[in-house]
């Protein structure tokens, strides 16, 4: 998958390692259940109970120590712009890949929020991609929006730094994005009473930096903690950051 001296992308690297690690630690051995359930929310169904439904039966076929640390639940609802008629659906995450949004012309630096809001924002589809509507019968524009739902204990987070100029070139956006290292609280941007409390704050433990443009570049990562030479340290050495660069 990674032969070669091309350069590929971490967040597909973390996403390869943790499929293998849960599909030779999944605790649903031989042959796996067939689910009909999609997760598909229906008009006048309880959404809490759907949710917990399709969670249930996503762990039916899939249940391993990385389901239970890395992923959480989304809520996806399509919207007629027609009738107003709704249809949403609940499916599993092992990580929010997240937009970056166009700098501010104010020069105001990009939060974590900002990228947040820009993935859990009503957007509407493409003319191209009408939407089958089931009280209007027919073909519709629709609107398409994000809830988190369930959230895990461990977030991983991927920021899609590489986009069109719409001119098919790809350019990345490289401007920092200004994440708190304690207390970042998704709680706005849930829909469900699933898993949330706690779980729905976090803090960040390390960062891995693509250097470079898409064609060429170099990673590092910054971790938070002790552990590096040995030693488990007190509270002052677990709250210290370091950078690890395979080219120093």
Known sequence: MFSGNEQHDAQELATFLLDGLHEDL???VGKKPYIEDLGELKEGQDEERVAAESWGNYLKRDRSVIVDLFQGQLKSTVTCTECGCQSSKFEAFMYLSLPV???SKDGKSLTLDDCLREFTKEEQLDPENMW??????DFRQASKRFELWKMPPLLLVHLKRFCSNGRGQHVKRAQAIITPLNGLDLSAYTGGSLG???????????TCNHHGTMHRGHYTAHCRGAGFGGSQGDAADRSKWHTLDDEK
């Open 26 to 28: 999944n605790r649903v």
């Open 101 to 103: 949004p166009p700098p």
């Open 132 to 137: 089958r509507c089931p009280r209007c019968k």
């Open 196 to 206: 949330v409390s706690s779980a729905a704050t976090y803090s960040l433990y390390a």
